[in-house]
């Protein structure tokens, strides 16, 4: 039996901006399948169940190949009408002095398992001339990340991809958006260590709001936004100033035990 409702496949939604995107997906009329590496998944599974979607959920480690298999088998040969590509994390202190298995994970989910999902379903999306893919970007991938390079090079990359693949698509009938946020009130600095910094401590973004600026820019077939105000002045300053005095300015905001400085 085919079903009736469009579907919508989130990463990263257990929790914060993922599990927001979720939730407007299932109230814009949804079916949902959801991932994350977070047990949490099934917990976020049934919330969405009860708002009257029908939802397939599974927890997975979209680092690997598997694991983001494991996802694309969950959703079958059933059309996607909405991809939302947000899975991923970050790592605080020195590269140097970073645990280079921890420093791979960020690589491999930020941006091998997100480009292997968006790959894997993107071509279904071509062929039937129809879809709409939401990259969770980050202000992050417009400045050197002191202290934060690993993460900051992932969302670099991200960003500038999302606007290259939009261009590759844009007589398809699929539109490529890239949302991207500052500082987002989640576990996000918690997983990357970094809750003695002065970014770490100060203050956030609430998710929720986040997460309906990225889903209505995709909704609308936007190309990029940055959420919200300040992160979008964060953005005009960061095209405007050297890219050594960006280094710097984020070594003050990611340097650890900065926030007692």
């Not at 990340?145 to 991200?158: E, I, M, P, R």
């Amino acid at each position: 039996m085919n079903n009736p409702r469009p579907l919508a496949v989130v990463t990263g939604a257990s929790s914060g901006i993922g599990y927001e995107l979720a939730k407007l997906c299932v109230e814009n009329g949804h079916d949902l399948v959801i991932a994350s590496d977070e047990p949490a998944i099934v917990e976020a599974q049934q919330a969405f169940k009860a708002k009257g979607a029908q939802v397939e959920a599974v927890q997975t480690d979209l680092s690997t190949e598997g694991g983001v298999q494991a996802l694309i088998d969950l959703v079958g040969d059933r059309p996607v009408d909405i991809l939302c590509a947000n899975a991923g994390h970050g790592l605080g202190h020195g590269f140097l002095d970073q645990d280079w298995t921890a420093a791979r994970h960020v690589i491999d989910t930020n941006v091998t398992g997100t480009l292997l999902l968006v790959h894997s379903l993107g071509g279904g999306m071509r062929a039937r001339g129809w879809g709409r893919i939401l990259f969770t970007g980050s202000i992050a991938g417009l400045m050197p990340g002191s202290f934060q390079a690993v993460y900051n090079g992932t969302k670099a990359f991200v960003d500038s991809f999302s606007l290259a693949l939009r261009n590759e698509l844009k007589d398809t009938g699929v539109t490529v958006t890239c949302l991207m946020p500052g500082p987002v009130d989640t576990d996000f600095f918690d997983r990357a260590d970094m809750m003695d910094t002065k970014v770490g401590q100060g203050k956030k973004a609430h998710p929720a709001k986040v997460a309906k600026i990225g889903f209505d820019a995709m909704m609308k077939g936007e190309g990029d936004v940055a959420a919200g105000f300040k992160t979008k002045l964060q953005a005009a300053v960061a095209a405007m100033i050297p890219q050594s005095q960006l280094a710097e300015m984020h070594r003050d905001m990611a340097k650890p035990g900065s926030a007692n400085r």
